[in-house]
């Protein structure tokens, strides 16, 4: 590894170590990762299971989706009218409406409409279904330290979920769920158009990528998948962990995944992770 990306990468651990709790130096994937963490990425799922990944199961190449044709949004201002557009077509649709479900508020998105990353997750929980926005709880503010070490800041990355309901006692959402309202997320992502996505949780990956009901994080994450939309538009998807598992399962190897997903990202769209401000005296 030469000097500069080792410096590089010494100013990620030192702004991570702040921001998100890391204490490991931070590396690039070069290989494959036959270790599967089947912990649950929502907290309605079961315990955490060690397992090793069987060399037979590989990651989905590409998924291709078919969302409802729109005419491209352009601009900042453009983008948002759509958006609020296709909300007003949701809330009037009602596809939740056959769900088991006490929701309070529709939880649609968040940020910056425009956006060159968007970060999608499975469901509302209680605190996002009282404030009508994702990703407000404790997840959320995990989420948004995650978003602050990448150099970025909430206001500048697009956040939503598959689903814009809070599932009854935060259940995992069902197939039926997920297909009755995944046409209305592929719409969100072909308006914002973003340079890439983070699915975060096996479960939003399922759904964003149609992977196989037998796919695992470990098979998904740390590798690129092809979001297929109409025009043929393409957008790079990167899977990983939900923060949600990492606050139950706050190990460093987790953390090191979580920011290895997220440094193939920043590479992806030519970030650069805000330096750590040096310490005086």
């Known amino acids: 590894m030469d000097q500069e990306r080792l410096v590089r ?61 729109i005419a491209p949004a352009v601009g900042r201002s453009g983008k948002q009218a759509a958006l609020d557009a296709l909300r007003a077509r949701y809330e009037k649709d009602a596809p939740h409406k056959n769900f088991v479900t006490a929701y309070t508020n529709i939880v649609w998105g968040d940020g910056d409409p425009d956006a060159k990353l968007m970060f999608i997750g499975e469901a509302p929980g209680e605190d996002e279904d009282r404030e009508g926005k994702p990703f407000v709880g404790r997840s959320g503010q995990l989420l948004n330290k995650m978003i602050e070490a990448m150099g970025l ?35 969100q992502v072909a308006i914002v158009r973003p340079g890439a996505i983070v699915t975060l949780g096996l479960p939003a990956a ?15 994450r740390s590798k690129w998948t092809t979001m297929n939309l109409p025009g043929n538009v393409q957008i790079p998807v990167m899977p990983t962990y939900h923060p949600a598992f990492l606050l139950r399962s706050y190990t460093p190897e987790n953390r090191a995944k979580v920011w290895s997903d997220l440094q193939l990202v920043m590479e992806r769209l030519g970030m650069k992770p805000r330096e750590a401000t040096p310490k005086s005296g």
Request: some cysteine; glycine content about 4%; proline content about 12%.
């Open 153 to 187: 800041s909430r206001e500048t990355v697009y956040i939503c979920n598959v689903l814009k309901t809070r599932p009854l006692n935060n259940a995992t959402p069902t197939p039926t769920e997920i297909d009755a309202c995944a046409p209305y997320l592929h719409e």
């Open 206 to 220: 399922k759904a964003v990528l149609r992977c196989p009901a037998t796919a695992t994080m470990g098979a998904l």
């Open 9 to 69: 990468l010494a100013r990620q651990h030192a702004e991570t170590s702040r921001l998100m709790g890391v204490d490991f130096v931070p590396s690039y994937r070069t290989g494959g990762d036959d270790e599967v963490e089947a912990a649950p990425d929502s907290p309605s799922e079961a315990p955490a299971v060690r397992m090793t990944e069987p060399p037979a199961v590989q990651a989905v190449a590409s998924a291709t989706i078919e969302p409802k044709p």
